[in-house]
């Protein structure tokens, strides 16, 4: 168990949809970053954000947004949801303040479905 | 901008060892990282190399050549539990980590 919590585990959903996608970081990290694994595909950043503002954008599509809230919970939000988008959803964090070991803690993932 | 190379894919028979390359073309470049992810699962971390040098843990070592924007993960004693994904992922400024895509490692008996 990495700490990460990630929900859902598991949405299926249809095309034109939105659907929200959270993530609660293990305790005391600042960092939350989001990537994108499709089917058989490497991971594909999409944005960071430390401590509530953003830090570092990705790949992410202008229908994908996302946030950090004052909790250090992020939520990451999938617009105009299209087939293509059918992936694995993965949240990591890292960096308690002041340490950089290159260590990313990944959730187990939310599996996108699109229909 | 930033890439990584890595091979797609290496079989190797258990007990053997193997060596996953990983080349990285970036600014800002503070270290290289490696993964390891089974099917449906989440990545999980192996080893971080920020200077040269061989770093080892267990039966897993990594290597990086800052000169040469090279790295590699060496796996000894291979297990049939080995068999995975490995990847090489670069940490640049700010934390951003950026990802290979990938070397898909089978283990045969």
């Known amino acids: 168990d990495s700490g990460v919590t990630q929900t859902p585990k598991h949405l299926i959903t249809a095309t034109g949809q939105r659907v929200t996608l959270r993530c609660s970081p293990r305790s005391g990290d600042l960092s939350v970053y989001w990537y994108q694994q499709s089917l058989d595909q490497g991971l594909q950043f999409l944005i960071q954000?430390?401590?509530?503002?953003?830090?570092a954008k990705g790949n992410i599509l202008e229908r994908f947004s996302a946030q950090q809230f004052p909790d250090l919970h992020s939520e990451l939000n999938l617009s105009s949801l299209e087939l293509g988008d059918s992936a694995l959803y993965f949240c990591a964090s890292s960096a308690k303040a002041g340490t950089n070991t290159g260590e990313l803690f990944f959730g187990e993932g939310s599996r996108l479905t699109v229909l | 901008g930033q890439s990584l190379e890595q091979p797609s894919e290496v079989t190797a028979v258990e007990g053997a060892i193997v060596q996953i390359n990983c080349t990285y073309q970036t600014s800002g470049f503070y270290g290289l990282s490696w993964y390891q992810q089974h099917d449906g699962g989440a990545p999980t971390f192996l080893s971080y190399?920020?200077?040269?040098g061989l770093e080892e843990t267990g039966r897993f070592s990594s290597f990086l050549s800052r000169s040469d924007s090279y790295g590699y993960l060496l796996l000894q004693e291979l297990q049939m539990k080995d068999s995975a994904s490995y990847f090489c992922?670069?940490?640049?400024?700010?934390?951003?980590?950026?990802f290979g895509a990938g070397t898909r490692l089978f283990v045969k008996a």
């Open positions: 954000y430390y401590n509530g503002e953003e830090r």
């Open positions: 190399n920020a200077l040269d």
């Open positions: 992922a670069e940490v640049t400024g700010g934390f951003k980590t950026i």
